[in-house]
């Protein structure tokens, strides 16, 4: 098998090209900076450029699905011109890579794009599934709305398509985990607000390998990367600072301080999102870091 991958450099991606290569899966990877292209026996890059039209067609040779995770950083200040970079970064290119593919005749049997949880409606009670049909009326729900219509287009080219609703991703690399440990490390953790807040998270090599499952199986629709076992922002901090043996002590600040210095983005650290992994559970995928302390262990431990 030979798979095409966009965003194969970012946090997520470049797990999954190690686990490929693990699994024996030749990896095609697309790029726009002509610096990170590297040629060897399972993983060659090609360059191109969605907002120019520009695609090295090689790429395509041998590969018969692809794994769509390009996307400009949404950790950013959300000012108008950085808006229409997070939209535009993956809706373009995932357009522009439609269109490749159409005009060219490439044989491409399935896509399985990346999207997010922040669709879903903010709510301290309810625990959503992929049936939800009322999505949340954030910046971030129309980003992922429009994401996910660009890759659900690719059914009328012929184009099987599986969208993953990725959760916090867990990683030292990056991510959640990396910034909550930063304050840890001057001895105290930060608790957002009441932090009674759900947040559903996963590991990074869970969430890799749930790209590939979903990949092998050939499976189609929506599925949400998430662990079975959401938590409480205030229970995620203690649980962080426990392991993280520096941190002396947990401390709540108030939501209109980080409102003032993030913005409209601040939200990022308030929604409360309760996610089913079920559906993918139901297909077969298990979890190797279920439990929150096990994960963290693992990642710092």
């Known amino acids: 098998m030979k798979v095409l991958i966009t965003g194969a450099t970012g946090l997520i991606g470049s797990q999954i090209v190690k686990d490929c290569i693990k699994s024996n899966i030749s990896v095609n990877f697309l790029t726009t900076s002509k610096k990170k292209i590297t040629r060897s026996k399972m993983v060659n890059g090609f360059y191109w450029n969605p907002k ?16 769509a995770l390009s996307g400009s ?24 890579l439609k ?4 005009k060219n005749n490439i044989p491409v049997k399935r896509l399985v ?14 625990e959503f599934s992929e049936n939800q049909t009322n999505s949340d009326d954030s910046f971030l729900a129309e980003v992922i709305n429009r994401w996910e219509n660009a890759a659900k287009s690719f059914k009328t080219i012929g184009v099987d398509v599986a969208i993953i609703r990725i959760g916090l991703v867990l990683s030292l690399e990056s991510g959640v985990l990396k910034e909550t440990i930063k304050p840890m490390n001057f001895g105290f ?33 929506i599925y ?9 922002n205030s229970e995620f901090t203690k649980i962080i600072s426990s392991v993280h043996s520096i941190a002396m002590f947990n401390i709540k600040i108030p939501r209109i301080f980080f409102s003032i210095i993030f913005g409209e983005m601040h939200v990022l650290l308030f929604k409360s999102h309760k996610i089913s992994s079920r559906k993918i559970q139901d297909e077969g995928f298990s979890f190797k870091f279920d439990n929150l302390k096990d994960a963290v262990e693992n990642l710092i431990g």
């Open 73 to 96: 950083s949404i950790s950013k200040l959300w000012t108008k011109s950085n808006k229409r970079k997070i939209i535009n970064s993956r809706v373009e290119a995932l357009e522009f």
């Open 113 to 126: 794009s990346a999207s997010g949880v922040s669709l879903y409606p903010d709510s301290l009670e309810k």
């Open 224 to 232: 949400n990367g998430v662990s079975p076992n959401f938590i409480k």
């Open 52 to 67: 120019n039209k520009i695609i090295d067609l090689d790429c395509f040779k041998g590969v018969d699905s692809i794994i």
């Open 99 to 102: 269109e490749s593919i159409n």
């Open 189 to 221: 953790g930060v608790i957002f607000g009441s932090g009674n807040q759900y947040q559903s998270w996963i590991h990074i090599e869970d969430i890799s390998k749930l790209f590939i499952f979903v990949l092998e199986k050939k499976l189609k629709g």
